[in-house]
């Protein structure tokens, strides 16, 4: 963000002021509209550490103001993080002087205010002014930098003098949505540039005597605006519902005591006490004792329940720098729901509040929500464009209309009201309404198939996705993976799988299986991740916890120490005949699953053992790296290699013995880089992953209508590529090349190589090379994808146009890989399970997460239905709904041609439409039209074509052009051809409408512009490719056809109370009316040629014509280029990072 701060200036407020008044209000209503320009009156620039208000602009272009706050607090500085000794800590919290060589930041202004806080309030967060830094900064970044040590101290709790005045600096714990009341919400709409206009166009009419269309306009204006406020508080309420938390907490004081405190009250540094029966967590926390099983699903939309384990403390682990990314499964987020807490040492769970309020992970989602990234879509830029542009021809059209009336005469008041009017006629007011309509009708569509939007404006984004990012497990293939088998070692040699994990010997394969997991127990059932679910229940071993209120576990003697839980053999009659398992074995400590560091392990013990064991499970590359080398197979490559390729998944296990950890207590100093190092390998734990039914299908029609689908997912490379092939995103003669990249060493730079995978695997590369097709895809795993980000910057595009599969990628990866490709101008999509893919869901254009939730906050789209069917279903409803707003913008911009071209005839013979005329064409023939024309649904084929994506293009611009120029010939014609009729009467040109109705060229152009209105609702309602023929639309056919009937009626035998109302005068020539019939089927057949001239490529003809340009998109050019060179990528050639091509990626 780029902040510039501005001093207030009393004699520029006073003339402001003063020119708001002399311009009757105008200035005001502009200072309304952009509060920058307010800012900038009034004040003057200046240091941002002087500043009164604050001018913010963000990284999309969007300027914001902002007033800065000052707060009086105590003596005292930052210099002390919030657990350090009481002996030692000054002031755990306050404003005033650090040391010279603190590197803490302190928040201060200048010596003369060395104790004011100043800060400023935006998007809910608290930004404050850091002194050293000369610059202000979220008050989260005074909790950045802690260690997992520090926070550990932070057990003792805060001093009372330290929580009020960190309660004064962060604010109060709470995520408020600002609910406005209807009065406040009444005057900011009617303000808004729409409601103004309607308001005097409403003036306008009543001075031109049109009381009726008038008052029927307010009347509809006022329920739209009403019904408008009431969904907007509605939403607001429910929201605010939905983020308000405030419950009572035990928190821990540093004298010792504790208190009970509202949420709101708590700070960073508090120490909390969790309830065991579980609670809503207030707060983003560190945990520091016990274990919590909590579900996550209103932040990530994963039923599945997380365990959460203590912050490591001791050793290495405690020097490290705390990150709740890094450190998420130590973290409780606010939102999130702790289902149980258990507590192994003394009788308390303890979480230290490391963020309140909108910088926690919840205060981040109802963030999203509030203030949305703005969708940039060329259609929205370009709509503007087009208003501009009628607005011109108004201007124009204005200027003929005077010089006419000028010219017959006319009243100066009455010249001004009718030029004036013909603004009115040509910006559709209700044309921002028409637009969303197809977005509204496909959100009823998508919602009545499972799947929900909380952001209507992306559907028109799906019709233009260009590439679509796969998550695997779970989005591909099925979420839970059964046991395959087992690969266990004999005298360093891989055996022959056991498919029946129970049927292993006693030993240290079969209590790997049966301990290293993270599964705990709710009332009674075994909860967490499907795979360790999977495994345990393979061994049927049992998992035994004791229950708080039930004292120790049974059996716990023979151990010796406290444990976490006991894995129970099966029963005797449950164990096969020849294998007798009798002893439990105890978890002493859980190291959980970290997405960076690929594995997780467990400390056990063994009844009568006096050391403890540690178990792992992880990657096979990362485990066999801890492991002793002389433990690891030889074949060990060509094993996983074998079972990859066929699609299972791999994980690997190993064992240490840990003779300095005979306790409880020692297995919690421990730390985990210490315990996961020269492990014994122990084999392979080899899991299917069955391919859903849906996916392939799914896959080859993305690739058959021109959508690119990619993989990425965190699993073995060798495992993504089978099923990329299973599910055809890789085709059975098309060529895989994993690109390799490495870091640079000592002596040489970073390199990049293109291995073919046949080679790879061991295979020889086929002599004839014509057994591919010519489509090659690129693999690559996360740290290849790394190193070219860093060091490749200039081949990272022209590789990521090429690849199809990303493996062992970690959630922060997924997330740049989606930005890296939108830097190629494509329109990505993201479709995973909403648990790991949270950040690219959201990073992506278009983010579908397959969750049981109705609306998860993870993404724009929610998909009950677990599988990749909802792609193809959103990008055929997106493409729907983009050529839907096309048509409706066509529609009510030719609509106001129409209306204009035939006032001005009109105005110029010095008459015009009745009031009953306009009433009866704005409301009965064009509002009806436009509502009903968006119900067309999506054509069931997804083709190769896509809809246009810009409004400002030759094919929309045609015809508007031509569809304009037919109508006016058509107008044109028909007033010549009444004032050459025999029976023709001129009208009385000496007085002006309504007093001048009815007379024959009203008439006529009446029926002949309403056919016209009728027409191109029907020529711009066209169906293939991407909608569904006209006729599927009953309701939108029905009511045309009664409208095409009425005007016919009103055409041939306009009787009684119709013709009087709209003032039309009697014609009894029944052959001229038949002639007007005829001219109308004439502009039907007409404008219909046209349409299905340009829709068939009469403009393309045009364009052929002239020299093609370059690709706007750079992802084309790219293609365009690398079809060129069918020698790339070099094989087997590495190739060297230069230090132009090490110019990072940001």
Known sequence: MEVTGYRSQPWRAALCHACCVLSAGLLLLLFHWRPSLRVRAMCKPCALGRADWVIIRDRFGQRFTARVQTEMLGEGSLEHHPGARLEDRKSSIAVGVADEEESRDTIRLHQEERNVLRYYLFEGLRYVWMERQQAYCRV??????????????????????????????????????????????????????????????????????????????????TISLGLSLYETRKQSTTLRNMARMSISIRVHRADGEEAMVSSAELVPGDCISLPLDGVLVPCDAALLTGECMVNESMLTGESVPVLKTPLPNGGGAAGTIYSPKEHQRHTLFCGTHIIQARS??????????????????????????????????????????????????????????????????????QIIIRALDLITVIVPPALPAAMTVGSIYAQNRLKKRGIFCISPPRINLCGKIRLVCFDKTGTLTEEGLDVWGVISLEDGRF???????????????????????????????????????????????????????????????????????????????????????RSPVAILRRFPFSSSL???????????????????????????????????????????????????????????????????????QLTRDAAESSLTFLGFLVMKNVLKLESAPVITLLRNAGVRPVMVTGDNMLTAVNVARSCCMVGPNERVVFVTASPPGRDQPASVKFIPAELSQGEKQPEDAQQWDGRLHLAMNGKSFAVLQEHFADLLPKILVRATVFARMSPEQKTQLVCSLQELDYCVGMCGDGANDCGALKAADVGISLSEAEASVASPFTSCRANIECVPTVIREGRCSLVTSFGVFKYMALYSLVQFVSVLLLYTINTNLSDFQFLFFDLIITTTVAVLMGRTGPARELGVRRPQGAL?????????????????????????????????????????APQNLPNYENTVLFCISGFQYLILAVAMSKGYPFREPLYTNVLFLVVLMLLFGLLIWLTLYPLGFPKTLLKLQGIDDLNFKLLLLGIATLNFFAAFVLETA?????????????????????????????????????????????????????
């Open 140 to 221: 989260s970044a005074l909790d950045e930098g802690w260690t997992c040590a520090e926070l550990h101290l932070c057990r003792a709790g805060l001093g009372q003098q330290d929580h009020s005045s960190r309660r004064k600096i962060y604010g109060p714990n709470l995520i408020e949505v600002p609910v406005k009341s209807y009065a406040k919400l009444l005057v900011e709409e009617v303000l808004n540039p729409f409601y103004i206009f309607q308001v005097l166009s409403i003036v306008l009419w009543v001075c031109d005597a049109y009381y009726y269309y008038a008052a029927c306009i307010f009347l509809i204006s």
């Open 344 to 413: 192994y040492v003394g009788q308390e769970v303890l979480a230290v509040v490391t963020r309140t309020g909108f910088c926690t992970a919840k205060g981040d989602l109802i963030s999203s929500i509030l203030y949305p990234k703005p969708v940039t879509f060329k259609f929205y830029k370009d709509a503007v464009k087009f208003v501009l542009f009628l607005a011109v021809l108004a201007f124009i059209g204005t200027l003929y209309s005077m010089l006419i009336m000028v010219k017959n005469q006319v009243p100066v008041g």
């Open 598 to 668: 690929q594995r997780m392990s467990v400390l056990t013990k063994h009844p009568g053992d006096d050391a403890c064991w540690l178990y792992i499970k992880g990657a096979p590359e990362v485990v066999a790296s801890l492991c002793s080398t002389e433990t690891v197979p030889a074949d060990f490559s060509q094993v996983l290699r074998h079972y990859t390729a066929d699609g299972f998944r791999v994980l690997a296990l190993a064992c240490r013995p840990l003779s300095a950890v005979r306790s409880f207590e020692d297995a919690l």
């Open 495 to 581: 055996m022959p799988i056991i498919h029946e994990p129970r049927r292993l010997p006693s030993g240290p394969m079969l209590h790997a299986l049966a301990t290293c997991h993270s599964i705990t127990l709710l009332q009674g059932q075994p909860v967490g991740d499907p795979v360790d679910l999977k495994m345990v229940e393979s061994t049927g071993w049992r998992l035994e916890m004791a229950e708080e209120d039930e004292g120790e576990l049974p059996g716990l003697q023979c151990f010796g120490t406290k444990v976490l839980a006991m894995m129970n053999p099966p029963p005797e009659e449950e164990q096969p005949p020849d294998r007798k398992h």
């Open 952 to 992: 400002i293009s030759v094919p929309v611009l045609g015809s508007l052009l031509l569809q304009t120029a037919l109508l006016i010939t058509v107008q044109v014609l028909s007033y010549f051809i009444t004032v050459s009729q025999s029976w023709y009467v001129p009208l009385n040109s000496t007085v002006t």
């Open 1094 to 1146: 340009l829709d068939y490529g009469l403009l393309g003809c045009l364009r052929k014509l002239r020299r093609k340009k370059a690709s706007s998109k750079l992802f084309k050019r790219l293609e365009k280029d690398l079809s060129q060179q069918p020698s790339w990528p070099p094989l087997n050639e590495p190739l060297f990072a230069t230090p132009r091509m090490s110019i990072a990626v940001r």
